[in-house]
Nanobody, 116 residues
Framework: QVQLVESGGGLVQPGGSLRLSCAASGIIVSDYDMGWYRQAPGKQRELVAAITRVSSTNYADSVKGRFTISRDNAENTVYLQMNSLKPEDTAVYYC??????????WGQGTQVTVSS
Protein backbone atom coordinates (compact mmCIF):
# COMPACT_ATOMS: atom_id res chain seq x y z
CA GLN A 1 0.00 0.00 0.00
CA VAL A 2 1.38 3.37 -1.03
CA GLN A 3 1.23 6.27 1.38
CA LEU A 4 2.49 9.81 1.02
CA VAL A 5 2.33 11.73 4.28
CA GLU A 6 2.86 15.48 4.21
CA SER A 7 3.84 17.49 7.25
CA GLY A 8 5.31 20.84 8.13
CA GLY A 9 2.46 23.15 7.25
CA GLY A 10 1.16 25.84 9.53
CA LEU A 11 0.65 29.54 10.07
CA VAL A 12 3.56 31.85 9.25
CA GLN A 13 3.95 35.59 8.85
CA PRO A 14 4.77 37.13 5.48
CA GLY A 15 8.48 36.85 4.81
CA GLY A 16 8.78 33.74 6.94
CA SER A 17 9.83 30.22 6.06
CA LEU A 18 8.45 26.70 6.27
CA ARG A 19 9.76 23.33 5.24
CA LEU A 20 7.26 20.75 4.06
CA SER A 21 8.04 17.04 4.16
CA CYS A 22 6.55 14.21 2.16
CA ALA A 23 7.40 10.84 3.68
CA ALA A 24 6.70 7.93 1.37
CA SER A 25 5.99 4.29 2.09
CA GLY A 26 5.23 1.56 -0.41
CA ILE A 27 7.29 3.26 -3.12
CA ILE A 28 10.84 4.47 -3.50
CA VAL A 29 10.76 8.18 -4.17
CA SER A 30 13.84 8.07 -6.38
CA ASP A 31 11.91 5.75 -8.74
CA TYR A 32 9.23 8.38 -9.28
CA ASP A 33 8.87 11.92 -10.49
CA MET A 34 7.91 13.76 -7.32
CA GLY A 35 5.98 16.99 -7.19
CA TRP A 36 4.49 19.50 -4.81
CA TYR A 37 1.15 20.99 -5.82
CA ARG A 38 -1.06 23.50 -4.10
CA GLN A 39 -4.69 24.46 -4.18
CA ALA A 40 -6.05 27.69 -2.84
CA PRO A 41 -9.77 28.17 -2.12
CA GLY A 42 -11.69 28.64 -5.34
CA LYS A 43 -8.68 27.91 -7.52
CA GLN A 44 -7.41 24.94 -9.47
CA ARG A 45 -4.63 22.76 -8.17
CA GLU A 46 -1.31 23.92 -9.58
CA LEU A 47 2.18 22.51 -9.78
CA VAL A 48 4.59 24.34 -7.48
CA ALA A 49 7.80 22.33 -7.85
CA ALA A 50 8.94 18.98 -9.18
CA ILE A 51 11.99 16.77 -9.08
CA THR A 52 12.44 14.00 -11.60
CA ARG A 53 14.02 10.58 -11.22
CA VAL A 54 17.23 12.02 -12.64
CA SER A 55 17.07 14.92 -10.16
CA SER A 56 16.21 17.70 -12.55
CA THR A 57 13.94 20.28 -10.98
CA ASN A 58 11.40 22.79 -12.19
CA TYR A 59 9.37 25.46 -10.48
CA ALA A 60 6.31 27.57 -11.05
CA ASP A 61 7.32 31.10 -12.02
CA SER A 62 5.58 32.43 -8.92
CA VAL A 63 7.93 30.55 -6.57
CA LYS A 64 11.24 30.60 -8.44
CA GLY A 65 14.04 31.83 -6.23
CA ARG A 66 11.97 31.34 -3.08
CA PHE A 67 11.13 27.62 -2.97
CA THR A 68 13.48 24.65 -3.24
CA ILE A 69 12.50 21.02 -3.77
CA SER A 70 14.85 18.28 -2.65
CA ARG A 71 14.89 14.55 -2.09
CA ASP A 72 16.53 12.45 0.62
CA ASN A 73 16.82 8.93 -0.70
CA ALA A 74 17.97 7.52 2.63
CA GLU A 75 14.86 8.90 4.33
CA ASN A 76 12.64 8.19 1.29
CA THR A 77 11.32 11.71 1.73
CA VAL A 78 10.84 14.77 -0.47
CA TYR A 79 11.04 18.28 0.94
CA LEU A 80 9.86 21.70 -0.09
CA GLN A 81 11.77 24.56 1.51
CA MET A 82 9.68 27.71 1.27
CA ASN A 83 11.29 31.07 1.99
CA SER A 84 10.07 34.65 1.71
CA LEU A 85 6.50 33.46 1.98
CA LYS A 86 3.71 35.68 0.71
CA PRO A 87 -0.01 35.73 1.52
CA GLU A 88 -0.68 34.42 -1.98
CA ASP A 89 1.23 31.24 -1.08
CA THR A 90 -1.64 30.32 1.23
CA ALA A 91 -3.05 26.99 0.10
CA VAL A 92 -3.26 23.30 0.83
CA TYR A 93 -0.03 21.72 -0.37
CA TYR A 94 -0.08 18.20 -1.76
CA CYS A 95 2.70 15.74 -2.51
CA UNK A 96 2.50 13.67 -5.71
CA UNK A 97 4.42 10.66 -6.95
CA UNK A 98 4.13 9.84 -10.63
CA UNK A 99 5.59 7.18 -12.82
CA UNK A 100 4.00 6.25 -16.09
CA UNK A 101 2.52 2.75 -16.11
CA UNK A 102 3.38 2.32 -12.41
CA UNK A 103 1.23 4.74 -10.51
CA UNK A 104 0.04 8.24 -9.68
CA UNK A 105 -0.23 8.81 -5.93
CA TRP A 106 -1.29 11.74 -3.76
CA GLY A 107 -0.91 12.67 -0.15
CA GLN A 108 -3.70 14.07 2.00
CA GLY A 109 -2.36 17.62 1.95
CA THR A 110 -1.05 20.07 4.51
CA GLN A 111 -2.36 23.59 5.08
CA VAL A 112 -0.03 26.55 4.70
CA THR A 113 -1.36 29.92 5.81
CA VAL A 114 0.67 33.09 5.35
CA SER A 115 -0.81 35.93 7.31
CA SER A 116 0.11 38.67 9.74
Amino acid sequence: QVQLVESGGGLVQPGGSLRLSCAASGIIVSDYDMGWYRQAPGKQRELVAAITRVSSTNYADSVKGRFTISRDNAENTVYLQMNSLKPEDTAVYYCNALRRWKGDYWGQGTQVTVSS
